[in-house]
């Protein structure tokens, strides 16, 4: 069964360093996404990718964030100076239809220190 | 109002009971609703769409309520694997694009 992978699965990292998280979505899917659970807390809407362009982003999604389809089939969540709230769980996610049934990877685990 | 909005429970229950949860969300123009179910430090998986006349997956029920802006889910003879957290999701519509809008989760404990 096809499935969204990512990488890394945990990454820990210092306050004001880079971090690219990378996501495989299933081949066929048109629209990809970027959710963050913070421990203990809901599910969050980062952004939402299609044709090549955000489609949509939360406030959570601020200049320090930013995504790319640099081929065809990653897709990456950069995070340019990192803080310690941003240390969470980021999931990608991907779709057939815009508005259609979201597969999930199984996350990455970003530790700020 | 929250976008989607969900009691956090916990909710705990012996094995066999029956459970329902509710879900309410804000934007009337919403379309697409969902139940996820989320194991402890795991990506949520899908568990059931939700559709307009409502719709049964085993022992799983989901029903849609558009005049009250509310979607539920009904769990018959719960079993111990049934434990774990169950996201509403909903997608809010913006303008020509889309988001999938996560409600904060029902704990669920069955309780042996």
């Known amino acids: 069964e096809p499935e969204v992978t990512q990488t890394p699965s945990h990454q820990v990292t210092q306050m004001g360093q880079e971090v690219i998280l990378r996501c495989v979505p299933i081949?066929?899917?048109?629209?990809f996404y970027w959710y963050r659970q913070i421990l203990g807390q809901k599910v969050e809407f980062l952004v939402s990718f299609y044709n090549n362009e955000i489609s949509e982003k939360s406030e959570i999604f601020d200049d320090q964030f930013s995504v790319e389809r640099p081929d065809g089939s990653n897709f990456t969540l950069k995070i340019r100076s990192t803080k310690l709230e941003d240390s969470a769980m980021y999931f990608c996610?991907?779709?057939?239809?815009?508005?259609?049934?979201?597969?999930f990877g199984e996350g990455s685990r970003l530790t700020v220190l | 109002r929250k976008e989607v909005e969900q009691d956090p429970g916990p909710f705990n229950v012996p094995e066999g009971a029956t459970v329902a949860f509710n879900c309410t969300y804000s934007n009337s123009a919403s379309q697409s609703f969902f139940w996820y179910r989320q194991d402890c430090r795991k990506e949520p998986k899908l568990l059931m769409s939700?559709?307009?006349s409502g719709n049964e997956d085993g022992r799983f029920t989901a029903q849609l309520n558009r005049a009250s802006q509310y979607i539920s889910l009904l769990i018959r003879d719960s079993k111990l694997s049934d434990s774990a957290t169950y996201l509403c999701?909903?997608?809010?519509?913006?303008?020509?694009?889309?988001?999938?809008?996560f409600g904060q989760g029902t704990r669920l404990t069955i309780n042996p």
């Open positions: 939700v559709y307009s």
């Open positions: 999701v909903v997608n809010i519509p913006i303008q020509g694009a889309q988001k999938l809008v």
């Open positions: 996610a991907s779709s057939v239809l815009a508005a259609g049934q979201l597969f």
């Open positions: 081949s066929n899917h048109l629209y």
